[in-house]
């Protein structure tokens, strides 16, 4: 099985690499979020000139983690965005798969049906991981953009990706399947659409929760988007979690990351089984 | 010594979410090493058929076996013997020709080496070899085609199933096509299970032809067995107006039928140039005027119109005006 998923996955990101107007908007987007919204919607803009850096940075300090910039602080808010709007999206190629017949031929190669899931859910997760990466080198180079503490290394880097693949691997197992089990690109987009705003926004992407009314506050505390984005930036914004008393919270949401892709894993594999039965 | 049966259909019914009846209770068989038809128009049962025969649609009633498994309880055995030309244009664009073919060969477990030889045969065989590197989004609707029959090759399968493998093609094109299908018939001894509305693909590439209408087959026997049914030539006169002389032209000797449809009367009869004078001098005797008058030997056409009532040549219109279609035809350029 290994190896069909394998071609397949490939199969899609070469078809993906050489069309370069399927990444450049992806990562237009990224560019958007951090650039204009993060200076637009920046919360600092909101203290007047008259109270000085020091009120500015306060707002930080209590609202915000303590992050140098609100850039800083949106990052990892952004590319779980990303994440989910690829994941959401990503769908599409699979939906067109099958709408032009690709797919049957796929159904009648001898290859465990498992292999079709997986490539779709590794492909997903590929695409949107390029762009991750992508959008903290964004974040990282644009001005006034993200500031990382001195404390923040190799390990912190690496551990602020895990939390965004396991959040990526988490939606691209259920993604896959709705796209699996879509007649038509119109019907994927109504569903995800339907899906992806409320769990964006019902997380802590853009802003703190704490700044959320209790019932907006108890959803997005339990929104993996909102795990994945606090685990990804206490590294981000604080550095070593164990320097700062976080890594009990770090670990917690990473915990309950692996148990979200386990769930999505099991769940999005029993729809895919049966999008992908004889018609 | 009687040839294997290599595919066998009976009783089978497909019914799409419990209300259309897309096959209906078909039974039929394919021998090893023998090209097999299903000629009918759109919408006829022909792709659903094949679906069920490799193992990508449920079967509602009835039993088919393909290489001696029956594809309802071991598909993935059947799977493993088939090829699969889809009527779709599938291959991927932004791949070239080889990448395609052996992604396909990785797909059957066809690796290495062997997989890199019998993709080059193949390119070569189709006469796709100088555009083997050339990404397919640049290939014209007949390189498409001849590179799906390389790709439903790669794994040498021992039936190839093709949904109409020419569509779209201008003729000399569809005419290479043949020459491919056939020569993989003769020199390999490859079983082929072909659907078609192409009249001329059914008569010239077909052992056997069943004609199918409305998920039913009507009949079926080799394209000569099936013209020879028809009785000779058909003799079509058209008048301007009048009464029904269907009676008359009956008793024509030599006429052997005569149906009318409107104020045309179809008239079977063994040789035209025997029964033309006494027809055209009694209807002229009877004050009628001949509008149009035409004779054509047996054909296809002629016995799909016998068993269903209809032309296969009336059929053809009506094609999807989706975006999916708009995209197939911009592959087809």
């Not at chain 1, 490939?10 to 237009?28: D, E, H, Q, S, Y």
Request: glycine share 8%; proline share 4%.
């Amino acid at each position: 099985m290994f190896d069909e998923t394998l071609a397949l996955t490939n199969r899609a990101l070469k078809k993906w690499v050489r069309n370069p107007f399927t990444i450049i908007p992806g990562l237009a987007t990224s560019a958007f979020y951090l650039a204009l919204f993060g200076n637009s919607f920046n919360p600092t803009n909101l203290v007047p000139a008259s109270a000085g850096a020091a009120a500015k940075s306060a707002i930080l300090s209590t609202t915000f983690g303590g992050a140098a910039t609100y850039i800083t602080y949106l990052t990892a808010g952004v590319i779980c965005l990303i994440i989910v709007f690829n994941m959401s999206f990503g769908g599409i190629d699979i939906v067109l798969d099958r709408q032009l017949g690709y797919f049957n031929t796929l159904l009648t190669s001898p290859i465990p049906r498992a292999s079709i899931y997986f490539s779709g859910v590794f492909q997903n997760l590929a695409k949107a991981m390029l762009l991750a990466v992508l959008t903290f080198v964004i974040a990282l180079i644009i001005p006034d953009g993200l500031k990382l503490t001195s404390s923040f290394g190799i390990l912190e880097l690496l551990g602020a990706f895990a939390a965004f693949t396991l959040l990526g691997l988490g939606l691209s197992c259920i993604f896959t399947s709705l796209a699996l089990l879509a007649r038509s690109i119109d019907s994927l987009i109504a569903v995800v659409n339907f899906i992806n705003l409320p769990l964006i926004f019902m997380s802590s992407s853009l802003f703190p929760s704490s700044s959320f009314p209790s019932w907006l506050q108890s959803v997005s505390n339990v929104n993996p988007i909102s795990k994945a984005d606090e685990a990804a930036r206490i590294l981000i914004v604080s550095g070593n979690p164990a320097a700062n008393g976080m890594m009990g919270t770090f670990v917690g949401d990473m915990l309950y990351l692996v148990g979200f892709v386990v769930v999505m894993a099991l769940l999005g594999y029993w729809a895919a089984a049966r999008a992908m039965k004889p018609e | 010594m009687p040839k294997t049966k290599i595919i066998e259909a009976e009783n089978l019914t497909k019914v799409y979410k419990g209300k259309v009846k897309a096959v209906d209770n078909i039974s039929f068989s394919v021998e090893e090493g023998e090209i097999f038809g299903f000629l009918g128009p759109n919408g006829a049962g022909k792709t659903t058929t094949i679906k069920m025969l490799n193992t990508i649609a449920s079967i509602t009633s009835g039993k088919a076996t393909v290489a001696g498994q029956d594809v309802t309880k071991h598909p993935a055995k059947v799977r493993d013997v088939i090829g699969v030309v889809p009527q779709e244009l599938t291959a991927d664009d932004e791949l070239n020709g080889m990448e395609n073919i052996l992604l396909s060969a990785r797909l059957h477990h066809v690796r290495g080496d062997e997989a890199k030889k019998r993709a080059s045969e193949l390119l070569k065989l189709v006469d796709l070899d100088g555009a083997a590197g050339r990404r397919v989004k640049t290939y014209s609707g007949g390189m498409r085609r001849r590179l799906q029959l390389a790709i439903g090759l790669i794994h040498t399968p021992k039936i190839l199933f093709l949904d109409e493998p020419t569509l779209g093609l201008d003729i000399q094109t569809r005419t290479k096509m043949w020459e491919y299908m056939s020569g993989l018939n003769k020199d390999e001894g490859l079983t082929i299970f072909i659907t078609t509305h192409y009249l001329e693909e059914a008569d010239g590439l077909c052992n056997r032809v069943a004609i199918i209408d409305h998920g039913v087959i009507k009949v079926s026997g080799s394209p000569s067995q099936l013209k020879e049914r028809v009785g000779g030539d058909v003799l079509t006169i058209e008048l301007t107006t009048g009464p029904d002389i269907t009676d008359f032209l009956r008793s024509i000797p030599d006429v052997h039928d005569v149906v009318k449809t409107d104020q045309s009367y179809r008239i079977k009869l063994p040789k035209t140039e025997k029964a033309l004078p006494a027809i055209v001098d009694g209807v002229t005797k009877k004050g009628l005027e001949i509008k149009e008058i035409a004779f054509t030997k047996p054909t296809l056409d002629e016995v799909f119109l016998e068993v269903t009532g209809k032309s296969m040549r009336d059929e053809d219109a009506g094609e999807s005006e989706s975006w999916v279609q708009n995209i197939m035809t911009e592959r087809m350029k």
